[in-house]
């Protein structure tokens, strides 16, 4: 490996990565086509190795291409830190948060937050990303954003801080044997089939391992991303489903469903951000996790 390895091709790489092809990848850091295909070429030879496979119109990274992603992403979020901080002493507020915000309950406590740092700070760019927690966390691992939304626990790669400790409600069907009560336990609905979220969602992940820990098997009557189409479903007397009080309190007008607490102490929905472990975060970053970690609780 030469020692003149160059930015703008570990940048080129990466983007194609993301983008799936070097046409995508060059739309996006306005470039030519060419241009992305000469660095990548350039950044195999200084490598000395491959690091993608054409597929057609798509690519697909070697085991080397793998590594030098992933170091790519890490060197490149430092380049942007080290613009940041520098920013930062000559007392600018400028700079870029790559953030992850989960698909649930983002409305509700996120939107606020996100208005309240662009008041604050409005010379520093906010570059959103929605998916789910899984999602979120391959996306801090690779570099792709700095900071993320993930439910605890979190793999021990990461470092978290909390912003919301919620317990769970059951939705039930109207004439539910269960919906007088003013709480339960999980095992009491383990007879009614569940509505559950999309795989890669982290809550599903919570929830199997509190069935497992009561040795209890869930029986599946649909999935879905939304929680007013689950919501929607549990109404339609599809079977019962599990959602964050937070949630559950924000459509309370106009539920059609009857709510019951679940009063389980593993089985809450607790979110936080996450970074990569020991990581050096930039200032945009270190202003969010202060902006977040003074919110008050959520009642």
Known sequence: MTKHMELRNLRALVEVSRQGGFSKAARVLGATQPTITKA???????????????????????????????RASAMLAEQEHLIAELADLRG??????????????????FAPLVA?????????????????????????RSGEIELGASLWPVPDDFDWQEICD????????????????SS???????????????RGYALNTIIATACRKRHITLTEAARSGHPDFIIALVSAGLGVALLPRMVV???????????????????RWKLGMIWRHNASLSPAAKRWLALSGALPPIN
């Not at 309240?116 to 801090?140: C, M, N, T």
């Not at 919620?166 to 009560?181: I, N, Q, T, V, Y």
């Not at 095992?187 to 999309?198: A, M, Q, R, T």
Request: proline share 6%.
């Open 40 to 70: 990548v070429q350039q950044l195999e030879h200084d490598c000395g190795t491959p690091l993608l496979e054409r597929l057609g119109h798509s690519v697909q990274l070697t085991s080397a291409g793998e590594v030098v992603l992933r």
């Open 92 to 109: 600018l507020e400028k700079g870029r948060l790559k953030l992850g915000l989960p698909l649930l309950g983002s409305s509700i406590l």
């Open 116 to 140: 309240a740092f662009r008041k604050r700070y409005p010379g520093i760019e906010i570059e959103l990303h929605e998916h789910g927690s899984r999602r979120l966390e391959e996306a801090v």
């Open 166 to 181: 919620e317990p769970m409600m059951a939705l039930l069907p109207a004439g539910h044997p269960l919906s007088g009560r």
């Open 184 to 198: 339960l336990k999980l095992k009491e609905l383990s007879s009614s089939p569940f509505v559950l979220f999309d």
């Open 249 to 267: 309190s924000s459509r309370r007008e106009a539920l059609s469903v009857k709510t019951v607490l679940v009063d389980e102490k593993d089985l």
